[in-house]
T-cell receptor, first 112, second 113 residues
Framework: DQQVKQNSPSLSVQEGRISILNCDYT??????FLWYKKYPAEGPTFLIS?????DKNEDGRFTVFLNKSAKHLSLHIVPSQPGDSAVYFC???????????FGKGTRLHILP | EPEVTQTPSHQVTQMGQEVILRCVPI?????FYWYRQILGQKVEFLVS????????KSEIFDDQFSVERPDGSNFTLKIRSTKLEDSAMYFC???????????FGNGTRLTVT
């Protein structure tokens, strides 16, 4: 049962352009969403989050958009840089639970 | 910046053996977690721990798994009798308050042969 879905296993984007990573969820009880970034041989690192009371949160080059009616969120990275090449995990949390549910991840390649 | 540390980075064990994966969470954190990632698959929740007891566990976390906080700093995951399908990256995480972003360690790669 995939409550958090990242349908693109990989994505390639030219350096300097915008990277858009997508995520869908099925559980309407989720009220807090996070994006994590993971390099090989390292643990996931928190990137940015958004509460369900908002539809946008911005932090530097990173912006997360939430569309609650569509149960969809996206992460925008602009401009994309070589160091952004990593696996990006979408994750969600319900106030009732004590665990974060992760998607399968999207591998982002930034091309020179 | 304080970080979650995990040891060992790689553990190889034979099927049926017991393993203990160790974690030192960030010192002032109160909530502790174990997650695992089988190669090529998603990061899966195993167990959460608060106030010296398990607060939630997944169906993966069956009787062969146990967690312990034996002293004020370490948080361990024990797998009593390992199976081939236990081979995965095991990530420890901690957080100071609920619903805050988790801080993950770099993981222990467990290989069961």
């Amino acid at each position: 049962d995939q409550q958090v879905k990242q349908n693109s296993p990989s994505l390639s984007v030219q350096e300097g352009r915008i990277s858009i990573l997508n995520c869908d969820y099925t559980n309407s009880m989720f009220d807090y969403f996070l994006w994590y970034k993971k390099y090989p041989a390292e643990g996931p690192t928190f990137l940015i989050s958004i509460s369900s009371i908002k539809d946008k949160n911005e932090d530097g080059r990173f912006t997360v958009f939430l569309n609650k009616s569509a149960k969809h969120l996206s992460l925008h990275i602009v401009p994309s840089q070589p160091g952004d090449s990593a696996v990006y995990f979408c994750a969600a949390l319900s106030n009732r639970d004590d665990k974060i549910i992760f998607g399968k991840g999207t591998r982002l390649h930034i091309l020179p | 910046e304080p970080e979650v540390t995990q040891t060992p980075s790689h553990q190889v064990t034979q099927m049926g053996q017991e393993v203990i994966l160790r974690c030192v969470p960030i010192s002032n954190h109160l909530y502790f977690y174990w997650y695992r990632q089988i190669l090529g698959q998603k990061v899966e929740f195993l167990v959460s721990f608060y106030n010296n007891e398990i607060s939630e566990k997944s169906e993966i976390f069956d009787d062969q798994f146990s967690v312990e906080r034996p002293d004020g700093s370490n948080f361990t995951l024990k797998i009593r009798s390992t199976k081939l399908e236990d081979s995965a990256m095991y990530f420890c995480a901690s957080v100071g308050t609920r619903n805050s972003p988790l801080h993950f360690g770099n993981g222990t790669r467990l290989t069961v042969t």
